[in-house]
């Protein structure tokens, strides 16, 4: 048997510098519990309902705007990290500002890249690097 489905047209938006976007260059995207959306990019970090644009920067207190990676942990708090040279920055994010700042400064040595980090329950924080992962 042979039933030909028709699928659903997929409805796709470009958000672009002329929609909104404040750059093009993007290192990290995820999904908050409430469904908003947070990207990571070099000049800062935004979170997005769907139709509004929130941008965390140095205006909102971040020690850089750079950030290439995003995590969200138990509480659904969402947090961006960022690497400069061998120094590390990890920053939470919420309601327009960031929270907490955790630079450890000259704490790594012969880090080449930041790859990810995430949260678990029983392990506060795991930076996974090119060189192996480190718990905090």
Same mark, same amino acid.
């Given at each position: 048997?042979?039933?030909?489905?028709?699928?659903?047209?997929?409805?796709?938006?470009?958000?672009?510098?002329?929609?909104?976007?404040?750059?093009?260059?993007?290192?990290?995207? =995820?999904?908050?519990?409430?469904?908003?959306?947070?990207?990571?990019?070099?000049?800062?970090?935004?979170?997005?309902?769907?139709?509004?644009?929130?941008?965390?920067?140095?205006?909102?207190?971040?020690? +850089?705007?750079?950030?290439?990676?995003?995590?969200?942990?138990?509480?659904?708090?969402?947090?961006?990290?960022?690497?400069?040279?061998?120094? +590390?920055?990890?920053?939470?994010?919420?309601?327009?500002?960031?929270?907490? =700042?955790?630079?450890?400064?000259?704490?790594?040595? =012969?880090?080449?890249?930041?790859?990810?980090?995430?949260?678990?329950?029983?392990?506060?924080?795991?930076?996974?690097?090119?060189?192996?992962?480190?718990?905090?």
């Amino acid at each position: 048997l042979y039933f030909p489905l028709k699928g659903q047209k997929l409805a796709i938006k470009h958000f672009t510098p002329e929609l909104g976007l404040p750059f093009e260059e993007i290192c990290d995207i =995820k999904q908050d519990p409430k469904g908003n959306i947070w990207v990571a990019g070099r000049k800062a970090v935004l979170e997005s309902d769907g139709v509004n644009w929130q941008i965390y920067d140095y205006k909102n207190g971040l020690l +850089i705007s750079s950030f290439s990676r995003l995590a969200v942990d138990d509480s659904g708090n969402v947090w961006a990290a960022s690497q400069y040279f061998d120094n +590390i920055a990890f920053a939470k994010l919420d309601n327009g500002k960031c929270s907490i =700042k955790y630079p450890f400064l000259n704490a790594f040595s =012969k880090v080449k890249k930041l790859v990810g980090f995430l949260f678990l329950k029983s392990i506060p924080l795991v930076a996974i690097y090119g060189e192996g992962v480190f718990v905090f």
